[in-house]
Nanobody, 124 residues
Framework: QVQLVESGGGLVQTGGSLRLSCVASGRTFSTYAMGWFRRAPGKEREFVAWTNWSGANTNYADSVKGRFTISRDNAKNTVYLQMNSLKPEDTAVYYC?????????????????WGQGTQVTVSS
């Protein structure tokens, strides 16, 4: 069982930056691949970024590639999402999730544990 708590959301202007954090409970955090997802108003939840158990491998949605960076610190049971050059279309609730399957996965069903989400609002 893994419990996830996100933080770091807020209001930022276009072009600004935010860093989201997700702290996990439990001693098995380092065995999970982790992902970040988001849900914009009126839209479905979508994949944003993924990292394997060590942080050595990452994967990004095309919409955030080159602007967002996922990383993790297993000693702190924490995964991060550094978001730069933010755009109004990045406005969403951001969720971290722990993957319960194998391989590089983007689908929601591959992630068995979810945080409660943190709001990111980018003003134009």
């Amino acid at each position: 069982q893994v419990q996830l708590v996100e933080s770091g959301g807020g209001l930022v202007q276009t072009g600004g930056s935010l860093r989201l954090s997700c702290v996990a409970s439990g001693r098995t955090f380092s065995t999970y691949a982790m992902g970040w997802f988001r849900r914009a108003p009126g839209k479905e939840r979508e994949f944003v970024a993924w990292t394997n158990w060590s942080g050595a491998n990452t994967n990004y949605a095309d919409s955030v590639k080159g602007r967002f960076t996922i990383s993790r610190d297993n000693a702190k049971n924490t995964v991060y999402l550094q978001m730069n050059s933010l755009k109004p279309e990045d406005t969403a609730v951001y969720y971290c999730a722990a993957q319960t399957g194998w391989g590089i996965r983007r689908e929601i069903s591959a992630f068995g544990y979810w945080g409660q989400g943190t709001q990111v609002t980018v003003s134009s």
